[in-house]
């Protein structure tokens, strides 16, 4: 079971980049599947979450409006594509999975990919 993250890198303010997390060893449509970013210096804070039944969405106020998370199940991919960046978005961002609910936090999740750098300049 593994989850890999990629897509992140340096973005001016205003920019867009889409991040993806592909799995293998298990069907990701079956898992509820979180993006988390860290900041350092910061605990780690959810994202935008994708739920297995029905596809059901989350996303954390500060990104409303900016983030959109989704599914490419024929690729066992999700991805969350990011407009407007902001420089207060800059983190590393991480991918989780679990049969567990969107919301939840992320010491819940048991399967996680290896992170992306995320660096919007202002």
């Known amino acids: 079971v593994q989850l890999q993250a990629s897509g992140g890198g340096l973005v001016q303010a205003g920019g867009s980049l889409r991040l993806s997390c592909a799995a293998s060893?298990?069907?990701?449509?079956?898992?509820?599947l979180g993006w988390f970013r860290q900041a350092p210096g910061k605990e780690r804070e959810g994202v935008s979450c994708i739920s297995s039944i029905g596809g059901s969405t989350y996303y954390a106020d500060s990104v409303k409006g900016r983030f959109t998370i989704s599914r490419d199940n024929a690729k066992n991919t999700v991805y969350l594509q990011m407009n407007s960046l902001k420089p207060e978005d800059t983190a590393v961002y991480f991918c989780a999975g679990d049969h567990i609910p969107c919301g939840s936090p992320p010491l819940e999740y048991d399967y996680w990919g290896q992170g992306t750098q995320v660096t919007v300049s202002s």
């Open positions: 060893g298990f069907t990701l449509a079956y898992y509820t």
